[in-house]
């Protein structure tokens, strides 16, 4: 049964078993190459991994000698987190609990929130203009003051070019929150089935000035479309957009 306040929990309960088959988890070696090099910590260090689905990267991190705490939203993929642990050997913290809620105290030397780790990804549309918000407020909360973020979100430029007026008349796509509504297909054990879900992008302006606004100081803004990570500028039709930010 779809989850009365948040759709996506029902997708990637369902979809859990599936996650690692997507194109997207194919670049992880190197992805985790680029977050040791940005987070620049010790071993022994506490990585908070906000949104850690099946744990790709949070095993990862863990067989590299970090103490990681994964939080997701889905007891299905929390499942599949611990399978992957156990599996490599390891050993991760996870904690099942919405995002904007999640209250871990500020221990954490880093933290990670990416591909959508329940950024941008709504409940309803009248969470467009807080949701993040409340996210991004409980990261800092749960991060050592000096202690580094780095974020990926749906980039709203994208977006915006690729909308219809059609869409917009159809309330399919709101130019005003940048909030997109649409039916997505889930492959569950049960068989093929769709969900609707609403999905937020960011102009790389906007999630500056979030990131400012909840205690961050932004160092760099990238293209950040997963699989494929650089520190080159924000292309117009790349799929994600990634920040470094650190606590003030």
Known sequence: MPDPENPWKTFFDQHAPFYMQEIFTKNTEAEIQFLVEELALPQGSHILDVGCGTGRHAVKLAQLGYRVTGVDISSGMLAEARKA????????????????????????????????????LLGSPDEALTHERQILASIHDSLKPGSKLI?????????????????????????????????????????????????????????????????????????GTAGAWNREMVSLDEMEIMAIAVRK
């Open 85 to 120: 642990a156990e599996h490599a050997g390891v050993e991760i913290e996870s904690i099942q609990s919405d995002a904007k809620n999640m209250r871990l105290g500020s221990s954490a030397d880093g933290a990670v929130c990416l591909c959508e780790g329940s950024f941008g």
């Open 151 to 223: 974020l990926t979100a749906l980039n709203g430029l994208r977006k915006i070019r690729q909308a219809t007026p059609e869409q917009v008349k159809s309330g399919e796509f709101d130019p005003l929150t940048l909030v997109e509504t649409f039916e997505m297909e889930i492959e569950a054990i049960e068989g093929r089935t769709s969900l609707q879900v609403y999905e937020r992008g960011f102009t790389p302006a906007e999630l500056r000035l979030l990131l400012e606004v909840t205690g961050f100081d932004v160092h760099a803004m990238y293209g």
